[in-house]
């Protein structure tokens, strides 16, 4: 069975603190992986990562895929309120079609 | 990026009743459309692919008699929760790919069966 797996579930951090999360699959047929964060609605797309060691960035978030070891991480720097919400991560197998196949989710909390 | 809409974006209705949810990709053709579902406090679930002049591809525990679902043209997928129960109500998200596998992901629709 394929499998998702994100941690932490949850995490509360400060303002202006730097956070990571993972995200790690067991599958067959990987293809690409994704990232998603989620408020109060549908999930809008942060990054696709199809190649190992490649760091993905865009202001202060980044990702980076690891097909060894079979996961991603997550980070984001500086973090600010606005970037409170729910991270999820989905992975594409290459016999799905576009289909993904979606982790658990981690929901960050930034306090001021 | 492009752009994907659902109609409505929130609805409720009485057990028993059937609800249609439209998802319609507005500058590009989609020839495949996902539909997911998601309960609070839970990730998305894909429930089903939907292709365009064929019938939809359910994944393993969705009844395909009860959620139709129909993909009459590049632009349009629809899901129609049939005689549905308060079970049923949870938040419906449709997403459309335009290339490269980068989905787009329609606003959602919250369904609330009483």
């Known amino acids: 069975e394929d499998k998702v797996v994100q941690s932490p579930l949850s995490l509360v951090v400060h303002e202006g603190d730097t956070v990571t999360l993972n995200c790690s699959y067991e599958?067959?047929?990987?293809?690409?992986l994704l990232w998603y964060k989620q408020e109060k609605k549908a999930p809008t797309f942060l990054f696709m990562l199809t190649s190992s060691g490649i760091e993905k960035k865009s202001g202060r978030l980044s990702s980076i895929l690891d097909k060894k070891e079979l996961f991603s991480i997550l980070n984001i720097t500086a973090t600010q309120t606005g970037d409170s919400a729910v991270y999820l991560c989905?992975?594409?197998?290459?016999?799905?079609?576009?289909?993904?196949?979606f982790g658990k989710g981690t929901s960050l909390l930034v306090t001021p | 990026g492009a752009v994907v809409s659902q109609h409505p974006s929130r609805v409720i209705c009485k057990s028993g009743t059937s609800v249609k949810i439209e998802c319609r990709s507005l500058?590009?053709?989609?020839?495949?459309m996902f539909w997911y579902r998601q309960f609070p406090k839970q990730s998305l679930m894909l429930m089903a692919t939907s292709n365009e002049g064929s019938k939809a591809t359910y994944e393993q525990g969705v009844e395909k008699d009860k959620f139709l679902i129909n993909h009459a043209s590049l632009t349009l997928s629809t899901l129609t929760v049939t005689s549905a129960h308060p079970e049923d109500s949870s938040f419906y998200i449709c997403?459309?790919?335009?290339?490269?596998?980068?989905?787009?992901f329609g606003p959602g629709t919250r369904l609330t069966v009483t």
């Open positions: 989905a992975v594409i197998l290459s016999n799905s079609g576009y289909a993904l196949n």
């Open positions: 997403s459309a790919g335009d290339r490269d596998y980068e989905q787009y």
């Open positions: 599958v067959t047929n990987f293809r690409s």
């Open positions: 500058d590009f053709q989609a020839t495949t």
